[in-house]
C-alpha cells in the first residue's frame, strides 16, 4: 500500500469513528415526560407536621438492631410495632388493609384494590438497622436529637425514613378516603441488614401460599438523589437501582504453631495471613465497565454532560479506559464500575507473649453483575498465591440482572415520573445498587424490581451508611413522604400516561382524557399495529361529525348550554 493510499485509510477510518461518535452523541436522549411538580400549596401536600415528625423521631430511637442471622433485637423490634401501630391508627383499622405480622416481627400490610384485573406491586422496606458505636458520632445515635434541620439517628437514611414515609403517605391517602383500584402490598422485613433470610424471606413465602404468581413492579431502598457524584453534571441525578451487585464474603485461614514469643518461627500466621490481605487489596479486580447497567447510566446521562463529557460518555464503547481511570479514583464512582473489595476483619493472637496458633480474616466482596463467584473466587486464590491460606466461602449472592428500564416500562416510569414530581430540578437515569437489599426475596413475582430510596445525598454523605453521623434533614423527610404518597397515587393507574402524545401536554391541565371515534369489534384490536388496518365509510363520516361536536360543545361557557344538534337551537 501506498503512503497516499494509507493516509486515504486512515482519513476514511477516523471519518467514520466521528461520524458514530457524534450519532451516538446526538441521538442517544431519553424519554422525557413533562409531570406536574408537587409544590408545598397542593391541597393534597403532606406537610411536616409536629406530629408527623415526632413520630419518625421516636421510630428512630427504638434501637432495632441486627448483630447477625438470627440475632436482633427483639423486643425493640416489637417496640417499634407497637409504635407504628399507635401511630397510624388510619392504616390499621381500615376495612381495605389486613396486617399479618410475619416471622414474629415482620408486617405484611395488603392494601385492596377495587379493580382485581389490575396486577397488584409490592413496596418494601426494612425494620433493622445496623449498630452504632455512639461515641465517634456528634449526638448519639439513638436520640434522634435535631441540629441545623437534620435529624440524626441510626437508621435515618438506612431505613426508617422509608418505613415512615410509606405509612405516612398511606395514613393520609386513606384519611382522605382513598379507595385504590389497583391493590398493593407493603412488606417491612425486620433482619434486612443480615440477609433477611428471617423476615423478607418470610414474607415472600407468605405471598407465595396465599397463591401470588406476579406483581406489577416492586420498590425496594436503594440509590438516592445523589448532587454532585457524577462528574460534570451539576444538577441532582436520581438513580434508580435497576441492577444489584452480587456478594461474596470469603473466609481466609491460617493455621500456625502456637509457642514462646521469644523463639519465633520465620513467620507467623498473623504475618502470613497479613501479606495476603495486603496482595489482595494491592489488587484491584479490573474495570467491567460497559457490561453492567452503568453503562446505560451513563448514556442516559450523557445529554445533561457539557459536551466533551458527552462524547465521551456517549461512546463508552471508544473511550471506555479513560472513563474507568477517572471513575477509579473515588469510591462510589469505583463501586460502579468494578467488583470491590473490602477486608472487613482480621482476626488473631490471644497474648502478647504467645505466637498465635491460628489468624482469620474476612474479605467482603461486592460483585459486578458482569462476573461470577467463581471468577472472583479464582482471582483471588491467584493473587494470594500462598498454599498455606485456606479460603472458604462464608456467604454469597450472584448479582441480580438489570430490571427494565424503557419507555413503556411500568414500574420505572412511575418511580422515575415521581421522583421528578419531588425533585423537580433532578433528572433520573437507571442506576446499579451498590449494597444489597431485600429484593433478592421477591424475584420470583417480578422482573420489574426497582431500588430507590428517597433520600438527598452530597458527596462525603455515603459514609454516613453504616457509618458515623446518619442523618436526614427535616424537609428531605418530608419529601420521602410525599414521594410514596405519588407513588401510590401514580401507580394506582391502569397505565402509563405516556403511552400516548399526552404526556407532553400534562403541565397544562389535569383533566386529560383519551378516546378514538372508532368503532370496533372483537378482533379488530389486533389491527392496531397489526395488519389490515382499517376503518369503515360510516365511520369515517361518524368521526367527522364527532369532531365537530367536540368543537361546538366545547364553545360554551358551561355544560349547561350543551346542546343535541345545531337544528335544535
Ligand atoms: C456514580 C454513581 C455513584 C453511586 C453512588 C452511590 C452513593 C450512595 C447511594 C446509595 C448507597 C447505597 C448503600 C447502602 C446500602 C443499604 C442497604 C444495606 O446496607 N444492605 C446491606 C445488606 C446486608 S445483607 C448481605 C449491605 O451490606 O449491603
Known sequence: MSCKQLCITLVAICSALLVIVLVRTFTLVPRKDVVIACKTADSDFIKLTDQILKRFQKALQIDTISFKRGEYNRDQLLLLGSHLQKSFPVVHSSPLVKLDIIANYSRLYTISGSNTSLTPYLLTAHLDVVPAIAEEWELPPFDAQIKDEFIYARGAIDFKQGIMGILEALEYLLSKGFKPNRSFYIGFGHDEEVTGVDGARAISQELQSRGLKQVEFLLDEGLAVLNGFIPGIKKPVALIGIGEKGFLTLKLYVKGEAGHSSMPLKETAIGILAKAVSKIEDNPLPSMLGYGPEKEMLEHLAHEMPLAARIVMSNLWLFGPIVSWFFSQKPPTNAIIRTVTSVTMFNGGVKTNVLPSDATAYINHRIHPAQSLQEIMDYDRAVINDDRVQISVEDSMVAAAGSPSGEN???????????????????????????????????????????????????????????????????????????????????????????????????????????????????????????NERISKKNYEQAINFYYHVITNADQRSLINIHQHSDEL
Open 409 to 531: 416500562d411500568f414500574g420505572y416510569q412511575i418511580i422515575s415520573n415521581s421522583i421528578r414530581q419531588i425533585w423537580t430540578n433532578a433528572t433520573t437515569a437507571p442506576g446499579m445498587m451498590i449494597g444489597n437489599t431485600d429484593t433478592k426475596h421477591y424475584k420470583d413475582f417480578t422482573k420489574n424490581i426497582y431500588r430507590f430510596s428517597p433520600t438527598v445525598m452530597f458527596p462525603g454523605d455515603e459514609k454516613r451508611f453504616h457509618g458515623v453521623n446518619e442523618r436526614i434533614s427535616k424537609n428531605n423527610y418530608e419529601q420521602a413522604i410525599n414521594f410514596y404518597y405519588h407513588i401510590i397515587v401514580n401507580a394506582d393507574k391502569r397505565l402509563l400516561m405516556g403511552n400516548t402524545d399526552t404526556r407532553h401536554y400534562a403541565m397544562f391541565t389535569k383533566n386529560i382524557y383519551r378516546f378514538c371515534p372508532t368503532v370496533m369489534f372483537l378482533g379488530d384490536e389486533k389491527r392496531f399495529h397489526g395488519i
